[in-house]
């Protein structure tokens, strides 16, 4: 069944039958699943005159179908949520280097891809966030204290198949190495408040309801609490404070991880897919983004909404961000032997 319903948005993309290259369309293969996304593209068509056309899947699926799908494929773009999976596509062979000095211009230094293949569109911190109520700012400090035994029962976090956390492990494993990667995740689980389970947002509504003290989560998820008309998500929002691990004098800073895209091999309508590209990067592009999602901004000269200024600033982990692909395989098998589900 799925192959059918894939074959049919193959079609609707070319037209089945007509010539795969159209003037007036761009199409995009994309892992997001945000409302802000539809807005950028409804804004983006109105500008340019340029049909945006998206598929949606997980990133996996979507590098398999680019692979498949070799030079007859429609895709101009291909969007994750992982710098890890644009890593992993550029590695097998289905992007292409991105030209433009437009947005070159416009993305910060510190988050370009240094092989030319992806580019960032926001990003974000992996967090820690806490109950108002049960745990003192001064008792936190890096991703590493986690695994203190004053915090037995008391953590909560996501499975270990969830992407955000196979980042944050890659980049445990390539600070840190191996070796104290394992034993960082054992003492992690050894802590842990229940069986990960559920969303980010999840984890935060179970501080909200005393079930754990600390969770690890994505920054925007804060925002979009505080934001939430539902009163349940809005109160968990209320009921937790924001941290930034691994800040001091002589600590890497927190780990991020951007949304981004690449501009697949065989598209064929690249002189818009750059358009697109060139666009959501913009001063106006990234605006809309802060503002109703809540990421970072990956262009230097936007700032990010008043909620997340309102956190401080902080230091990043100056990691290449390939580095959270070159070490997922390594990552996810650390996830097995230390026993997070």
């Known amino acids: 069944m799925k192959k059918i319903f894939y074959s049919i948005l193959t079609c609707l993309l070319i037209s089945c039958g007509s ?40 990133a996996d699926e979507l590098i398999e179908r680019l692979k498949n799908e070799g030079e007859n494929s429609p895709a101009d773009l291909f969007v994750t949520v992982d710098a890890g999976k644009l890593y992993k ?74 992407a955000y956390n196979q980042a944050l492990m890659s980049s445990i494993v390539a600070n840190n190495g191996a070796e104290k990667s394992i034993e960082w995740s054992k003492g992690l689980v050894q802590n842990f408040a229940r069986d990960p389970k559920g969303s980010d947002r999840d984890q935060v509504k179970a501080i909200a309801a005393g079930q754990g003290d600390i969770a690890i989560v994505n920054s925007y998820y804060i925002g979009l609490l505080l934001n939430s008309e539902k009163e349940e998500e809005l109160n968990a929002g209320k009921a937790v404070k924001v941290f930034f691990p691994n800040q001091g004098e002589n600590q890497r ?17 690249k002189e818009n897919a750059i358009k697109l590209m060139e666009y959501l990067t913009s001063k106006a592009g990234q605006e809309t983004y802060v503002n109703n999602s809540y990421e970072y901004p990956a262009n230097p000269n936007v700032s990010p909404s008043e909620i997340v200024k309102s956190w401080g ?29």
């Not at 966030?129 to 991703?143: F, G, H, I, M, W």
């Not at 800073?253 to 309508?269: F, W, Y």
């Not at 230091?315 to 026993?339: S, V």
């Open 19 to 58: 010539e795969k290259k159209s003037n007036n369309e761009v199409n995009l293969y994309s892992q997001r699943h945000y409302s802000v996304d539809k807005l950028q593209y409804e804004n983006f068509e109105k500008l340019t005159g340029i049909k945006v056309n998206v598929i949606k899947a997980n």
């Open 313 to 341: 600033e902080f230091k990043i982990d100056p990691l290449d961000l390939n580095m959270l692909g070159q070490f997922r395989e390594q990552a996810i098998r650390i996830f097995d032997e230390t026993g997070w589900k």
């Open 89 to 162: 596509a550029a590695d097998m062979g289905l992007l292409q280097k991105i030209s433009s000095n437009v947005i070159n211009s416009n993305v910060s230094e510190k988050l370009k891809d240094v092989n030319g293949f992806w580019i960032p569109i926001t990003y974000r911190a992996r967090i820690l966030v806490y109950s108002n109520e049960r745990v003192s700012e001064d008792d936190l400090s890096t991703y590493e204290d986690l695994t203190n035994e004053k915090w037995r029962g008391k953590i909560l976090v996501r499975s270990s198949s969830n």
């Open 253 to 269: 800073g927190s780990h991020i991880n951007i949304s981004g895209i690449g501009l697949a091999k065989n598209s064929p309508n």
